[in-house]
Each structure stands twice: as C-alpha cells, then as structure tokens.
C-alpha cells in the first residue's frame, strides 16, 4: 500500500487513540510500582526483552551499581513488572514516533491543508522526540515526583496537538462533525473562561501526579477513615502548609475544590445563557459533561484515600486500581474542556473570520 494513500485525519485519529493508550499504560507502571523495572534506557537490563530473572537483574546490577534501585540493591521485579514498562517503550517508540513522522510527511504532501496544519503537525514531532528524552530523564532520575508529572504533562501537550492537527484537517477539508461547531456569538464571549478552565483543570492533575509520587504524600490527610481524612483532613477543615512536599495532598484537594466551584457556577451561567434562542446549548453539554466527570472523579479520589489499610511497618496500602482511574478520569476532564476551547478557536471563530473577511470583499 502506498502511504500517499493514507488520509491524515484517519491516521492522526489513530494517533489519537494510541496516545491514550501510552499514557493509560504509563498509569499501569505506576499502580504495579514498577517506574524502575527498566534501571537503564534504551535498553532494560542491558537487553531488549522484558523476560529477565531475579538473578539476570542481580547480575546486572552487580556490573552496574550506579544503576541499583532506590529501594535498595535487594530489590527485583517481576517479569509483568518489566513487561508494563517495555511495552509502554515499544508503544512510544517503536509505534507512535515512527507514525508521527509519517504523519508530518503526509501533511506536507497534502494540498489542501493549510500551513497551520504543517506548523502543528512539525510541534507534534517536536514533542516526541522531547518525550522520548523526559523519558530518559524520568529513568534516570528514579521517577522523582517532578520528572513523572512533567512527563505526563508533555504527553497530555503532545495529545492536544494531535487533537488540534485532526480538528485543523477536518475543517480545511470542510469534514467537521456537528459536536464541534459552535454557535460563534456564546464561543467568543466564553472562550477566555473556558481557557481557564482547561487551566485549573491541568494544574489539579499535575499536582494530582506529584502526590501520587511522592512517597509518603498519600498520607498527608491521615488514615483515619471517614470523615477524618477524607473530605477532612487529619480531622479539620484546614492544616495549616509548612512542607510542600509532605503536604502536596492538602494542596492538590485546595486546587480541586476551587476548580470544581469554578465548574459549576460556569456550567450555571452558560447554560442560563443558552437559555436564550440566539445561542446554542452545544457549549453547556460540553462543560456540563466536563463538570459532572469532574465531580465524580472528586468522590473517586475520596474513595482512593478512604481505602488506605496500614500495614505493620506503619505504612498504608491503598486500592491502585482507584488510583488509576482516578488519573484516567483527570485526564478525560481535561482533554475534554481542551479539546473544546480548540474547537472554539481552530473551528468556530476560524469559520467566523473567513465569513468576515469574505463579506468585506
């Protein structure tokens, strides 16, 4: 087959999906603990497989102790442990990076996009290749707290340029669905507040990403149970801040609770505003769909702290898989409310100023 054959909303579509599925598989690395089954890069173990025994990594290890893990030189994984963190490398590099480049050489073959479309899809292969370095960086810093959430924050960048690259071409070859065309008068008035709303919702996610990985973080409310540590905190409202690191918890559930007010009275106001027959209602599903994720994804965080159990040593263990969906919800709310304020910009008042500057000739 011919790769001048292949459409590029079809193939940054598929783009789309498969960046979903990397950074779901990143969220399966964390919840099995398994961020340093790969000590090196590009290589795991020196090898390019993920089959290696406890007495392989030992080995290793023994012939590389800058490399010995941060739980200490005793400590080996599991061959799904490695698996999860080699198939996510395969995945990034060996499958999304060749395809993001076939993309860019397919827009730059394709006459009827527009510049913008060239310009996007050039950032997109920018980012890959600056993600395959933050995930050199986060291996070799030990997946320190900071090096996960900046990786996660490239990769969610990374996403939304692949969303605007697909918004770009359906609207240069006049292919757009209904769910994205706005009425322009309701989308300009609400475009700078939706900006913001993208805003507050990454920086809870990326403050989210820094509590889970810091250790001990998790901990910052308490494992009290209900009520005390969740919605409380350590049994009160409010702690005071004095360790940023240690309470990261207390600050990420500040930010989610301004957020989530911020949703509701926008969601209130847009859709008393799209009560009028001279706007559309099409924005208001968005963000009330956007809001009702987001609240539910609240209580998802609240079940993940209350199903803490301490263990002997004074630790607590939590149900991962809450934790996981937890980051998969964060996300979606985020993709969401960017992916229309995208619109908004490269669909609706793109189409307006056409019309504009049209009626003007």
């Known amino acids: 087959m011919r790769f001048e054959r292949v459409k590029v909303e079809k193939l940054t579509a598929a783009l789309i999906v498969l960046t979903v599925i990397v950074i779901a598989a990143g969220g399966v690395i964390r919840i099995y603990?398994?961020?340093e089954s790969c000590p090196d890069w590009p290589t795991c173990f020196g090898t390019w497989g993920f089959d290696i025994s406890e007495e392989d990594q030992n080995e290793w290890f023994e012939e590389n102790p800058d490399e010995i893990d941060?739980?200490?030189s005793w400590h080996t994984y599991t061959s799904f442990q490695i698996f999860t963190e080699w198939i996510h490398r395969l995945l990034a590099g060996g499958v999304l990076g060749p395809l993001v480049l076939l993309n860019f050489w397919l827009v730059g073959k394709d006459e009827e996009l527009s510049k913008e479309v060239g310009i996007v899809?050039?950032?997109?292969?920018?980012?890959?290749?600056?993600?395959?370095?933050?995930?050199?960086?986060t291996v070799k810093m030990d997946n320190l707290?900071?090096?996960?959430?900046?990786h996660l924050a490239s990769a969610l960048l990374f996403l939304m340029c692949l969303i605007w690259i697909w918004l770009a071409t359906l609207r240069d070859k006049e292919e757009l669905p209904t769910w994205v065309m706005f009425d322009p008068i309701l989308a300009k008035k609400w475009k700078n507040r939706i900006t913001l709303l993208s805003f507050g919702t990454f920086i809870t996610l990326f403050v989210g990403v820094f509590v889970s990985t810091t250790?001990?973080?998790?901990?910052?409310?308490?494992?009290?149970?209900?009520?005390?540590?969740?919605?409380?905190?350590?049994s009160s409202l409010y702690e005071g801040i004095?360790?940023?690191?240690?309470?990261?918890?207390?600050?990420h559930r500040l930010i989610v609770g301004i957020v989530g007010l911020i949703l509701l009275f926008t969601g209130?106001?847009?859709?008393?505003?799209?009560g009028d027959e001279k706007y559309g209602t099409l924005i208001c599903k968005w963000i009330w769909f956007s809001t009702i994720l987001y609240l539910l994804n609240m209580g998802l965080g609240g079940l993940y702290v209350l199903s803490a159990k301490l263990e002997g040593d004074g630790l607590a263990v939590y149900f991962e898989l809450l934790s996981f969906l937890h980051l998969m919800l964060a996300s979606l709310t985020f993709v969401i409310i960017t992916t229309l304020l995208l619109a908004i910009n490269i669909v609706t008042l793109y189409k307006k100023k056409l019309i504009r500057d049209n009626s003007n000739q």
């Open 33 to 35: 603990d398994a961020g």
């Open 70 to 72: 941060s739980r200490g």
């Open 121 to 137: 899809s050039l950032t997109s292969v920018i980012l890959i290749l600056w993600q395959g370095f933050l995930g050199f960086l």
């Open 145 to 150: 707290h900071w090096s996960v959430a900046l």
């Open 215 to 234: 250790p001990g973080a998790n901990q910052g409310c308490g494992v009290l149970g209900f009520p005390n540590s969740w919605p409380l905190c350590n």
């Open 242 to 251: 004095t360790n940023f690191e240690a309470q990261s918890q207390i600050i």
């Open 268 to 274: 209130y106001i847009v859709w008393k505003e799209s």
